[in-house]
């Protein structure tokens, strides 16, 4: 799980398992975007800072969880949208905020824990969350994208 969750953070490290090889993930391909391009929204769906905003806080949960809170019972998903349009230091200040909330994840995932199949199910789809958000946001600015696989079958 950590190698998956950190190689879409910040690329592959060796073996590439969901990214092309070379691409340096979502917190390097964010520092590609200038304020403007996260506060742009595509074909009326939701900003990238808006997806941004949207991961932090889901990570935040899932960190809170992890330290023996209960936050999803009381969790406003839809505030976590709110945040659509950014100026230069917000822009910087969410890039920061969603990088610290990624790493605290990160170093919960590599605490082995005993887990019922119902919290089993949420830390994978964190994963799986993370990955999705990450495809919306390459859609949504190329600037935000990875290299191309390279076509094996010329020789």
Same mark, same amino acid.
């Given at each position: 799980?950590?190698?998956?969750?950190?190689?879409?953070?910040?690329?592959?490290?060796?073996?590439?398992?969901?990214? &092309?090889?070379?691409? %340096?993930?979502?917190?390097?391909?964010?520092?590609?975007?200038?304020?403007?391009?996260?506060?742009?929204?595509?074909?009326?769906?939701?900003?990238?800072?808006?997806?941004? *905003?949207?991961?932090?806080?889901?990570? @935040?949960?899932?960190?809170?969880?992890? *330290?023996?809170? &209960?936050?999803?019972?009381?969790?406003?998903?839809?505030?976590?949208? #709110?945040?659509? %349009?950014? @100026?230069?230091?917000?822009?910087?200040?969410? =890039? *920061? +905020?969603?990088?610290? +909330?990624? $790493?605290?994840?990160?170093?919960?995932?590599?605490?082995?824990?005993?887990?019922?199949?119902?919290?089993?199910?949420?830390?994978?789809?964190?994963?799986?969350?993370?990955?999705?958000?990450?495809?919306?946001? $390459?859609?949504?600015? #190329?600037? *935000? #994208?990875?290299?191309?696989?390279?076509? =094996?079958?010329?020789?």
């Amino acid at each position: 799980m950590t190698t998956l969750f950190g190689e879409l953070l910040d690329g592959p490290a060796s073996d590439a398992y969901m990214l &092309n090889r070379g691409d %340096v993930g979502l917190l390097r391909s964010l520092d590609k975007l200038s304020a403007e391009q996260a506060s742009a929204a595509a074909h009326g769906g939701a900003s990238i800072a808006a997806h941004v *905003a949207h991961l932090s806080y889901g990570l @935040s949960l899932l960190t809170r969880w992890s *330290a023996g809170e &209960n936050p999803f019972d009381s969790a406003d998903w839809s505030a976590s949208w #709110r945040k659509t %349009v950014v @100026s230069d230091a917000e822009w910087q200040a969410l =890039r *920061a +905020e969603f990088n610290r +909330e990624a $790493r605290q994840w990160l170093s919960v995932l590599q605490i082995p824990r005993d887990v019922t199949p119902v919290e089993l199910n949420g830390v994978l789809g964190s994963i799986a969350h993370l990955a999705y958000h990450f495809g919306a946001i $390459r859609q949504i600015d #190329r600037a *935000a #994208r990875g290299p191309a696989q390279p076509d =094996r079958t010329r020789a």
